[in-house]
C-alpha cells in the first residue's frame, strides 16, 4: 500500500510525488549535507512542508520510516537506521552561503535544524527546521527552484543529486553556465578533489551526468570554459524527458 500525507486540499499524494522547493540561493550554496542519507532526509522533509505548511504554518515535520523506506526502495529496518544516523548528525550540519560585496567576502552561516525526536517503537522521526533555514524552503515567491522527489530517489550520490537541482534552476532556458568555484561550493566534495580538476572531471561532473542520465532521463552535454591554460566555467546544455527514464 502506498504511504500518503494529507495535503492542506484535503486530497492527498504519495510522499514521491510531492515536490521539493527550495530559494534560488540555497541550490547554490554549500548545504553542509555530507551523506546521501542527510540529502534524502532533509529534502524529503521539504517535499513534506511544501504540502503542509499553508494549513498549519508549521516547521515540525514527521517523516516515518514508512514513508521513507518506499520512496527510497529501501527495507524498513534500514530506513529507520538511516533516520536515526541522520537525527544525530544533522544537528550539526550548516549551510554556508556567501555574498561578494565591495568590502569583501559576507559569510552566512545557518544550521538546518534546531531539534530531532525519533520514536523507536513507532519509527519516525520528526525534523524541525531552525528560524534561520525555514526562509529557504517556505514564503518563496518566484525566486525558488522546484522539482519533484522522486526525480533523485533513485539517485545514489550526493553530486547527483546536487547537480539535479543546478539543472533545475536553469530548466526553461536548457543551459546553464557556472564558475568551477561557484560549482565546486554548490557539490562541496573533497579537498583532493575539488582543487583537482581531472578528478573533479571524472568523480563529480561525469559520474552525474551519467547517472542522471540513466536514472531520471537527462539528456546532458558539457564542457568546459577555459582563461589560458585554466578551466575557469563549466557550460550544460541539456533537456529532460518529460516522462523520466525510459526503460528499454
Partial sequence: MLTRIQ???????????????????????????????????????????????????????????????ETFSLDLNTAYEQLKDVSKSLLTRVIRREEKTQRGLKVHLDHWVSGITYHDGEAWVELRFSH?????????????????????????????????????????????????????????????????????????IEAAVRELGDKDGWSIEWQPIKAGRKVVALRFEFERHPQGRLDV
Fill in 7 to 69: 495535503r492542506y486540499d484535503g486530497r492527498e499524494r504519495h510522499l514521491s510525488e510531492r515536490h521539493v522547493t527550495l530559494r534560488n540561493d540555497l541550490v547554490t550554496a554549500s548545504q553542509g549535507l555530507k551523506t546521501l542519507a542527510e540529502q534524502r532526509v532533509v529534502k524529503a522533509c521539504a517535499a513534506i512542508l511544501d504540502s503542509v505548511r499553508l494549513e498549519q504554518g508549521r516547521y515540525r515535520i514527521k517523516l516515518t520510516a514508512a514513508e521513507y523506506a
Fill in 132 to 204: 534561520e533555514a525555514t526562509p529557504y524552503l517556505t514564503m518563496l515567491r518566484g525566486n525558488h527552484t522546484t522539482y519533484r522527489l522522486k526525480q533523485a530517489a533513485a539517485l545514489r550520490s550526493v553530486y547527483s543529486w546536487r547537480m539535479l537541482e543546478l539543472l533545475m534552476q536553469f530548466k526553461d532556458t536548457g543551459w546553464r553556465q557556472i564558475s568551477v568555484e561557484e560549482f565546486v561550493r554548490a557539490m562541496e566534495p573533497s579537498p583532493s578533489i575539488a582543487k583537482d580538476f581531472g578528478q573533479l572531471r571524472r568523480w563529480v
